[in-house]
């Protein structure tokens, strides 16, 4: 089964930048989508951004869109997330697993902290 792996989180000012990759042990199927979630202390797991490994989905919600870029590196079976812009709200614990099903174990997370 393919492992995740999340790093390159860490503590940065608001307005900041910070990029984080998703490192697979193989592929997946070329149409699934790898997204990134986050979870905030105390709240739900919820969905990011997510990209199909063939690069031809893409996906963003609002709260993100404009300031995180989502891009994948077939070669490396790695997914980024460039977040810029950073806001006090986006810290959390950002994972990364199938999209809308996240059916793959899921990683430690890699935390994201925005001071204000």
């Known amino acids: 089964q393919v492992q995740l792996v999340e790093s390159g989180g860490g503590l940065v000012q608001a307005g900041g930048s910070l990029r984080l990759s998703c490192a697979a042990s193989?592929?997946?199927?070329?149409?699934?989508?790898i997204g990134w979630f986050r979870q905030a202390p105390g709240k739900e797991r919820k969905f990011v951004a997510g990209?199909?490994?063939?690069?031809?989905?893409?996906y963003y919600v609002e709260s993100v869109k404009g300031r995180f870029t989502i891009s994948r590196d077939n070669a490396r079976n790695t997914v980024y997330l460039q977040m810029n812009s950073l806001k006090p709200e986006d810290t959390a614990v950002y994972y990364c697993?199938?999209?809308?099903?996240?059916?793959?174990?899921w990683g430690q997370g890699t935390q994201v902290t925005v001071s204000s």
């Open positions: 697993n199938l999209y809308p099903t996240p059916s793959l174990p």
């Open positions: 193989g592929r997946t199927d070329s149409s699934d989508v």
């Open positions: 990209i199909m490994w063939s690069g031809t989905r893409i």
